[in-house]
């Protein structure tokens, strides 16, 4: 059974840094394109960033780029979400997602964690 | 980036009512579009893929067709676990882009 389960939200000043964990099981994560999706209170959903299946290519929103980092480490199955320069408005859950082919690209999301509440407030 | 158009915002419905959604793409995306279903405190789930292929385990009242710019999801007869926010989303570029949802009501 496929199992994602992010972990590492909470409460940060601006300015200050959080980094997001994804845990996965179910499946073999260097085999699998892996996305970040977030989505402030009451609003909808954002693309932060993506990494493809081979680990060598990462990709990020406007809105966070060069501030976020994604990686992966495939011998712990655990995808990561590094965050620096937090402002206000990244305030969200964060959610962890697989691509729906495996040897694929970035496409279609087929299985998604639970999320993981990042609120950046002074 | 490319932008997504979701339209309508919010339609209310009864149940057993057809309920169709469209998605407007700001330039071509072929045929790389998916739509997902979110109910409120939980994660999205992928409903259709490829604009029309339907996502293993999801009820055959939902359709999708389209290609190009323009998009619609159809819901045939709606059910009542079918209230839920529905978003659309594009991957014909790796940087994926959602639109800002529809949230089907009851009527």
């Known amino acids: 059974e496929v199992q994602l389960l992010e972990s590492g939200g909470g409460l940060v000043q601006p300015g200050g840094s959080l980094r997001l964990s994804c845990a996965t099981s179910g499946f073999t994560l260097s085999t699998y394109a892996m996305s970040w999706v977030r989505q402030a209170p009451g609003k909808g959903l954002e693309w932060v960033s993506g990494?493809?299946?081979?680990?060598?290519?990462?990709f990020y929103a406007d809105s966070v780029k060069g501030r976020f980092t994604i990686s992966r480490d495939t011998s712990k199955n655990t995808l990561y979400l590094q965050m620096t320069s937090l402002r206000a408005e990244d305030t969200a859950v964060y959610y962890c997602?697989?691509?729906?082919?495996?040897?694929?690209?970035?496409?279609?999301?087929?299985?998604w964690g639970q999320g993981t509440l990042v609120t950046v407030s002074s | 980036d490319i932008q997504m158009t979701q339209s309508p915002s919010s339609v209310s419905a009864s149940v057993g009512d057809r309920v169709t959604i469209t998605c407007r793409a700001s330039?071509?995306?072929?045929?790389?579009l998916a739509w997902y279903q979110q109910k409120p405190g939980t994660a999205p789930k992928l409903l259709i893929y490829a604009a029309s292929s339907l996502q293993s385990g999801v009820p055959s009242r939902f359709s999708g067709s389209g290609s190009g710019t323009d998009f619609t999801l159809t819901i045939s007869s709606l059910q009542p676990e079918d209230f839920a926010t529905y978003y659309c989303?594009?991957?014909?570029?790796?940087?994926?882009?959602f639109g800002g949802g529809t949230k089907v009501e009851i009527k």
């Open positions: 989303q594009q991957a014909n570029s790796f940087r994926l882009t």
């Open positions: 330039q071509n995306i072929r045929s790389w």
């Open positions: 990494i493809n299946y081979v680990g060598s290519n990462t």
């Open positions: 997602a697989r691509d729906l082919g495996s040897n694929y690209q970035i496409s279609f999301l087929d299985y």
